[in-house]
């Protein structure tokens, strides 16, 4: 079955410096990740998704993610974290056991200090 | 921007009791979806939905949950008798499409307390 893994349960950060949160995935086939974010109080909101072609995906508020093959990775990266960037991340991965449901991590919680 | 709401945010039941948990997709899109998330837990997929059937259910989808899309906004997920185990985070979300590439999105969520 499809996975994806979120080995650290938060993330802290000092505002400014840049934010890294990792994801590893196992699929078999071909990954279709997903990186979404879960403010407090609002649903999960779409990051950006890694389909195919370039390995560095932009995504939304300056995020971006490197696929990595070779190391089954999918990390989340923004060059400069900003304050409002504390929230709850989540790396899915479209589960191929089915026609179209996602199989999500653990979620990263993320915290970004003034 | 177009997004999917729910409504309520937040239900507070008795166990056995019925509920219905409401959403209204995004308005172009086919494709619909819940989610649920026990506290401290992972998002787990319940269902997908699609031209007014079921297309997928997961093994946590029991006959005790059901799904309908009673108009052409709503879309619902009843909970028959609610367990204590029941209680988690209720998402729905929509995508225009139902391939692997389509992206799935998100309304904020209903939170489901069964006493």
């Known amino acids: 079955a499809q996975s994806v893994a979120q080995p650290e349960d938060q993330v802290n950060v000092a505002e400014g410096n840049p934010l890294t949160v990792k994801c590893t995935y196992s699929?078999?086939?071909?990954?279709?990740l997903f990186w979404y974010v879960q403010y407090p109080n609002r649903g999960l909101q779409f990051l950006l998704k890694y389909i195919t072609g370039d390995n560095l995906v932009k995504g939304s508020y300056g995020f971006e993610a490197e696929f990595n093959k070779s190391q089954t990775s999918f990390h989340l990266k923004k060059p400069s974290a900003l304050v409002s960037d504390s929230a709850l991340y989540f790396c899915a991965v479209r589960d191929l056991r089915g026609n179209n449901r996602l199989a999500f991590g653990k979620g990263n919680q993320v915290v970004v200090i003034p | 921007e177009p997004e999917v709401t729910q409504t309520p945010s937040h239900q507070v039941t008795q166990m056995g009791q019925e509920v219905i948990l409401r959403c209204v997709p995004i308005?172009?899109?086919?494709?619909f979806y819940w989610y649920r998330q026990i506290l401290g837990q992972k998002v787990e997929f319940l269902v997908s939905f699609y031209n007014n059937e079921i297309s997928e259910k997961s093994e946590i989808f029991d006959d005790q949950f059901s799904v309908e899309r009673p108009d052409g906004s709503n879309f619902t997920l009843k909970i028959r008798s609610t367990k204590l185990e029941d209680s988690a985070m209720y998402f729905c979300a929509s995508s225009d499409g139902g391939g692997s590439a389509d992206t799935q999105y998100f309304g904020p969520g209903t939170r489901l307390t069964v006493l």
């Open positions: 308005s172009n899109h086919l494709y």
């Open positions: 699929v078999s086939g071909n990954p279709y």
